[in-house]
């Protein structure tokens, strides 16, 4: 019974909101700001031939790369809503200087893989499965959902240059409105 209305919730509402049988969600305070380094000792995985550690200085050392973190991939707003747009103007990013793309979420690399099969067929975005949290825990970008997913990944965006944040957007939870938007990010570009 309780499932369905968790469903239900999550079906139907335009953001992640955790039904009131649900712990609600302790905010984290915020460690990762602009002039600070992302977690470079931490690792993704990642789907090539199979699941593959992506060490995390792999992914930002020497790169320009816009990252967008989202609370749960195949989840209605993540999936339906944020992520798309962030492929709809990878090309724009592309042409500002940024070398990579990357969705990241606190769910496991098959999961990931098929959020990028939904969302991005073309293959412009890079997808980075964060199973254990380590990177999203070592940035402070951790939030608890309780029982309804347990700890995901903030909703956010930032542009992070060889491995800086230069431009931190930060929802302060797991709700969606423009402040990480592929628009708003490429307007700070």
């Known amino acids: 019974m309780l499932?369905?209305?968790l469903f239900l919730v999550?079906?139907?509402?335009?953001?992640?909101v955790a039904p009131s049988s649900v712990p609600r969600q302790r905010m984290q305070p915020m460690n990762l700001a602009e002039g600070e380094s992302v977690p470079l000792?931490?690792?993704?995985?990642?789907?090539?031939?199979?699941p593959s550690p992506l060490?995390?200085?792999?992914v930002f050392a020497g790169k320009t790369v816009v990252l967008f973190g989202i609370p749960g991939a195949l989840t209605p707003t993540c999936t339906d809503s944020q992520g798309p747009g962030f492929v709809a103007k990878a090309d724009e990013f592309a042409a500002k200087g940024v070398d990579t793309v990357a969705c990241l979420a606190v769910?496991?690399?098959f999961v990931m893989n098929e959020m990028s099969k939904k969302i991005d067929p073309d293959g412009k975005l890079t997808f980075l499965a964060d199973g254990a949290a380590g990177f999203v825990k070592a940035a402070g970008l951790d939030v608890d959902t309780g029982n309804f997913g347990g700890v995901r990944c903030r909703r956010c965006a930032m542009v992070v240059?060889?491995?800086?944040v230069d431009v931190f957007a930060d929802e302060g939870g797991t709700g969606f409105t423009d402040i990480s938007s592929a628009d708003a990010i490429l307007a700070k570009l």
């Open 55 to 58: 060490p995390a200085k792999d």
């Open 107 to 109: 769910n496991d690399p």
């Open 161 to 164: 240059k060889d491995g800086t």
């Open 10 to 16: 999550a079906g139907t509402a335009s953001a992640f």
């Open 41 to 50: 000792e931490t690792e993704f995985m990642v789907i090539a031939d199979g």
């Open 3 to 5: 499932l369905g209305a």
